[in-house]
């Protein structure tokens, strides 16, 4: 179906578009992105946001509205994908309701850990710890269920009649 193909590279580009553009942006950060993202302690997560200085934390603030773009995009480039595809058609039902569900369930852990960035950067908090594992733990599982929505595609490739 041509409007369906169509609909996956249009979202497809646009996932790739925002993650490049989001990647340039943040790339002076050092120590790196994945290391707020894992900071599982207030202790740790200051540790980071000390290490990039002010600027660089209003460079990580600045694109978390558009992180919110790029989750948006990526949900809805899996449930394309997943329901307007035949890519997943030869694995079991279970796995292909999970490969459409992979992306949005990581959209939703990503979103839970932007909000909780944006409050924990805007000003130090200490006396919470639960939040900065909480923080850590949204981060592991969106990362966990991208990478499961890649392991579910190359299944499904690998499955594909020659």
């Known amino acids: 179906d041509l409007a369906a193909l169509s609909m996956v590279v249009a979202l497809g580009s646009a996932v790739l578009a925002l993650f490049v553009a989001l990647a340039v942006w943040l790339r002076p950060l ?3 992105v994945l290391a707020l993202q894992f900071a599982a302690t207030p202790r740790a997560f200051a540790e980071v946001v000390h290490a990039w ?3 660089g934390l209003a460079r ?4 978390l509205p558009f992180d919110f773009l790029l989750l948006g995009a990526y949900a809805a480039f899996g449930v394309c994908v ?3 595809t035949a890519l997943f058609a030869a694995l079991p039902a279970p796995l292909r309701t999970l490969a459409g569900a992979a992306l949005p ?3 939703a852990f990503d979103a839970v850990e932007n909000l909780l960035h944006a409050w ?3 000003a130090p908090r200490f006396g919470i710890g639960w ?3 909480l923080s850590a733990a949204m981060s592991g ?3 966990l269920a991208l990478v499961l929505f890649a392991a579910l595609c190359c299944a499904a490739l690998l499955r594909q009649p020659r």
Do not use: H, M
């Open 30 to 32: 050092e120590p790196g």
């Open 53 to 55: 200085g002010p600027d």
């Open 60 to 63: 990580y603030r600045a694109q």
């Open 82 to 84: 997943a329901r307007r």
């Open 105 to 107: 369930l990581a959209a």
């Open 120 to 122: 924990l950067t805007e």
């Open 131 to 133: 939040v900065y594992a």
């Open 141 to 143: 599982a969106k990362w």
